[in-house]
């Protein structure tokens, strides 16, 4: 290589983290001399890629820095009226700075290790205190992915609350005429798999009788109109059914709340609380819910608990809710969801309070109020008389106005040729408005208006003004000056153990790098002020990324079409699966409804099976963790004539090749099934194998785990599909995409055509600085980073699950069971003692109950990887003692750990061991210690005594007393 060339692959070795010195002494330890040796006997033969990758060659950070600083100017920033559920905001810059810009935030995993998350817990904590508070409902949860997923959700909850599974008594859902129209489009998709009708109407004349099961409203709704829904909400509990509202946390600040009118359920966006617009996402959804729900409702929920010292500490609530349990008996199958910017979110009502929201929300109505009333003078008349912060105007021609606005780089909601919708936010200032209103006026007259800041808000009616306080929680009272809010910030992020920290091992997560330059766009203007319904004239540097990205996923997996639209991996595999079932009805096999689904998969796989009404199937697994053939082939036979597909996981959730990968691929296609591929573990696969070498149809990338998106404490996430030829046209679609406008069923899974579609920088960033040669080389790290910590761990742990020449993939499972019989040890005790030096616990007890799964990838050096093993040999150790009976069975620092540095500096120590060995067992440990906040957490105590909003302050005082 020469020097230039050099340059230009400087990031490979950024990325991966062993070095060549450091690559030999791995392959000794693993009984290797090559690199490509042991790939040869890792990846079965039979399924090897034969070439290289064709993606443009690696580029140095600056230069890729360079690139799409290009790339973003052929977006367009024009000033945004869109609305229709997304806002321009301004991002508080403490917020921007040290929570979306910040390692310590972003690279969080999500909170399963309670202990070490402490600070992102009280955060989201926040988020549904605030969400709670504002829609006056109880129980919220900690995001969804976007507003009209979360109508999905609450449609099917309420269908799953009134409806056994195999009888619909009640399958009618009403959706108001004006709700949003991708809230529309998602619904549709929802429902129609699983038996749900919807009716379209007027909610003021519609007749609900007991043949719904539920229905939804806007409110204020798709034209800005802030109607009253009392009656609706009464006819609907006279039926004995359940109403959802959608909702703006804004315009909550001013209007009175969906729990005051009686809703069952709320939901919306909280993106205008601080989070940038980006094309469309990454944004959190809101969902709250009566208490009747508060076991029903999807998502994860922050509760209140307390520790091992009778201290408060939060967890998340109802895990066993979580993927591992509920399979297909699932409701939902949400996993990822919209953390960090839950996070955001909540951090900006912590910002700005009760006070400065509402003032916001005032400023926003008062603007509002200013236009309609010029727009009116000029002889337009407006839909509604009510409105907070939109107003739709009707007008015999659009064109003339519409010229005008684009001539003032302005865009507005033109809804059809005889309504534009116009919506003010946060950011619209008095000066704004001369250029709005002169769209509207003719253009050899000045534009001028009154704002008159004493008149009041009389397009708010009286009889729907909040009157009810929100936010009185001290949090959102005390931090207000910069100050505060950057200390609070770091106070929180000081509670919690991320990416730079150390290493977080979570099998099947993929928790790699998130390079800074691949990050570092996201707060440029011209990716982040785009609205996703800005015309395509003015999203060229997207269209851009979003081809380039779509063609180098087809050319990974060896697929021919890709859907950038999914929000997480369980999107993926929903929307996956529904082009699996428009393909087979496409054919006249409406009948194929069968899935089969190996007993080792991910719980969403039977969740989405379930939400696209399939029946799932279940197949065996062999001793070594293989698919077992002979039950596979019988059950595909057994169900021939209905065989919808399989959905596989490969390698598999064992960290397995499994050879006859391609046997189990032809035995479904024989059969007339589809074969579906999670693709949670591509991180094995990219650059030797693909999913369409291996024989699969479908498959979905978590651009979460493979693609460097950061996890962000639970979310973001990007789940997109990629297809072969045959399932390119049941794609998803989407309302505004032009091409398909024309009305056809869209099956659109997420609110914004491309999902969350800033985030897709980063995973194009990650394949254009790596290059075909770096991202090959990734996943051979990743397979050799895995096999040497399995040969240093091997000696002292049964490792399960590996090919017949002794390797594993990219993961393998460590087993913990013995240790239950030998020491009264749990996976659960290793795992809190991991805390104690310095570590994540690797994934729990999946997908086999009682190990742990360990997936180092490729970003992690030798010396990180040593000191981990070092971790957990010392703690074989501290086991042996435990079995040798030289420590006892109760008092050990395992079924103490993790120790905080309150017990450790107490003035008593009662224990048996030491101070030292509690917090300081390794030498390396003195160097960087990371101390947990809190002790081991109460799993049960806080699903007993379910508390999911801050408390009242007065509950701290009776702690404390
Ligand atoms: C094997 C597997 N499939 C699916 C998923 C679901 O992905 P997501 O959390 O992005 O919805 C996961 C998540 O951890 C997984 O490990």
Not at 269 to 274: E, H, I, M, N, V
Not at 345 to 355: C, E, L, N, Q, T
Not at 506 to 518: I, V
Not at 841 to 868: H, N, Q, Y
């Amino acid at each position: 290589m020469n020097l230039f060339e050099q340059q230009s692959n400087e990031f490979i070795p950024r990325h991966i983290g062993p070095y060549e010195q450091e690559t030999r002494q791995m392959l000794k330890t693993i009984g290797e001399t090559s690199l490509a040796g042991l790939i040869d006997k890792t990846v079965p033969p039979n399924i090897r890629m034969d070439h290289s990758l064709n993606i443009p060659p690696a580029m140095s950070e600056h230069e890729y820095l360079k690139h799409i600083k290009e790339i973003s100017l052929k977006n367009i920033v024009f000033k945004n009226y869109i609305g229709q559920g997304y806002y321009d905001t301004i991002v508080p810059s403490v917020i921007l700075r040290n929570v979306f810009e910040n390692p310590g935030w972003y690279t969080q995993y999500t909170p399963y290790q309670a202990e070490i998350s402490q600070g992102r817990l009280e955060s989201l904590l926040n988020f549904q205190t605030m969400v709670s508070d504002l829609t006056a409902l109880p129980i919220a949860n900690a995001s969804l992915l976007d507003e009209a997923t979360a109508a999905a959700e609450a449609m099917t909850m309420f269908f799953n609350s009134l409806n056994k599974q195999d009888h619909i008594e009640r399958p009618k859902f009403f959706v108001d005429n004006d709700i949003f129209p991708q809230t529309k489009d998602v619904l549709a998709t929802r429902a129609t798999p699983i038996g749900i009708e919807i009716v379209y109407g007027n909610y003021k004349t519609a007749a609900i009788d007991h043949t719904y099961f539920g229905a939804i409203v806007q409110y204020p709704n798709d034209k800005g109109s802030i109607e009253d829904y009392r009656n609706l909400i009464s006819r609907v509990h006279e039926a004995g059914a359940y109403i959802v509202m959608a909702t703006d946390l804004l315009a909550l600040t001013l209007l009175t709340p969906p729990g005051e009118l009686g809703a069952d359920a709320a939901v919306g966006s909280a993106q205008r609380f601080g989070v940038p617009l980006g094309y469309g996402g990454p944004h959190a959804a809101f969902f709250s819910a009566k208490d009747e729900f508060k076991r029903s409702i999807p998502g994860r929920i922050i509760g209140v608990s307390i520790d091992a010292q009778n201290n408060r500490a939060l967890r998340m609530a109802l895990q066993t809710r979580e993927q591992h349990i509920k399979r297909e008996k699932a409701t939902s199958n949400i996993c990822t969801a919209q953390a960090l910017l839950a996070n955001m979110a909540a951090m900006y009502a912590v910002f700005h309070g009760p006070k400065g929201l509402k003032t916001i929300a005032q400023r926003t109505a008062l603007l509002t109020q200013t236009v309609a009333e010029a727009i009116e003078t000029r002889g337009f008349d407006l839909v509604s008389e009510n409105f907070f912060d939109t107003i739709t105007v009707k007008v015999d021609n659009i064109k003339t106005i519409k010229e005008k606005a684009e001539r003032q780089f302005i865009n507005l909601r033109y809804i059809d040729d005889k309504h534009i919708a116009i919506s003010l936010d946060e950011t619209t200032s008095i000066d704004d408005l001369y250029d709005l209103i002169n769209c509207f006026e003719s253009d050899d007259l000045p534009v001028a208006f009154d704002i008159n800041q004493d008149a009041g808000l009389y397009h708010i009616p009286e009889y729907l003004t909040r009157a009810s306080s929100f936010l009185t929680h001290p949090v959102f009272n005390t931090h207000h000056s910069e100050s505060q809010v950057m200390r609070y910030i770091k106070s929180l992020e000081n509670k919690d153990l991320s990416l730079n920290t150390s290493m977080i091992s979570l099998g099947s997560c993929t928790m790699k790098l998130n390079a800074a330059s691949e990050m570092i766009p996201l707060s440029w203007q011209h990716w982040s002020s785009i609205h996703p319904f800005a015309p395509a004239e003015q999203t060229k540097g997207y269209k851009y990324v979003i081809d380039a990205l779509s063609k180098y996923l087809c050319e990974i997996t060896a697929f021919d079409a890709c859907s950038l639209q999914p929000n997480s991996g369980a999107q993926g595999e929903y929307a996956g699966l529904l082009t699996i079932k428009a393909y087979h009805e496409s054919r006249g096999d409406h009948h194929r409804n069968v899935m089969l689904i190996p007993i080792s998969a991910h719980g969403t796989n039977p969740a989405s099976a379930v939400m696209v009404g399939m029946k799932v199937v279940v197949v065996k697994a062999l001793e070594n963790g293989y698919v077992d053939m002979d039950d596979l082939k019988a059950k595909a036979a057994q169900h021939a004539t209905n065989l919808s597909g399989i959905m596989i996981t490969y390698p598999s959730t064992y960290g397995v090749y499994e050879e006859t990968i391609k046997d189990i691929t032809a035995i479904i296609h024989e059969h007339g099934g589809q074969v579906y591929m999670d693709g949670a573990n591509m991180n094995a696969q990219v650059g030797l194998t693909a999913p369409g070498l291996i024989g699969a149809d479908v498959c979905h990338l978590n651009l979460h785990k493979t693609f460097a998106i950061p996890h962000g404490g639970g979310g973001p996430g990007m789940g997109p599909i990629c297809v072969k030829k045959h399932l390119a046209e049941f794609l998803p679609g989407h309302v505004e995409l032009e091409s398909r406008k024309s009305g056809a069923r869209t099956n659109a899974v997420s609110a914004a055509p491309y999902g969350s579609a800033s985030i897709l920088l980063i995973s194009y960033g990650y394949i254009r600085m790596l290059g075909s040669e770096g991202v090959r080389a990734s996943t051979e790290y990743a397979i050799l980073n895995a096999n040497y910590m399995r040969a240093r761990l091997a000696g002292q742990f049964d490792i399960l699950y590996t090919n017949h020449n002794g390797q594993c993939a990219h993961e393998f499972i460590v087993d913990l069971r013995p240790y239950k019989k030998t020491a009264e040890i749990e996976a659960e005790d290793v795992a809190k003692r991991l805390i104690d030096y310095g570590f994540h616990a690797p994934t729990m007890s999946f997908p086999v109950p009682g190990t742990i799964m360990i997936e180092p990838t490729e970003s992690e050096d030798k010396a990180e990887l040593d000191r981990f093993c070092d971790a957990l040999l010392s703690i074989r150790e501290e086991i042996k003692a435990i079995e040798e009976g030289k420590a006892d069975k109760k008092d050990n620092p395992l079924k103490h750990a993790p120790h905080t540095q309150f017990v450790v500096t107490a003035d008593e120590w009662k224990h048996s061991y030491s101070r030292q060995q509690a917090a300081f067992p390794l030498y390396y440990v003195t160097l960087n210690k990371f101390w947990p906040s809190v002790a081991r957490v109460n799993n049960t105590y806080g699903d007993r005594n379910l508390i999911c909003t801050c408390e009242p302050v007065e509950s701290y005082m009776e702690a404390e007393a």
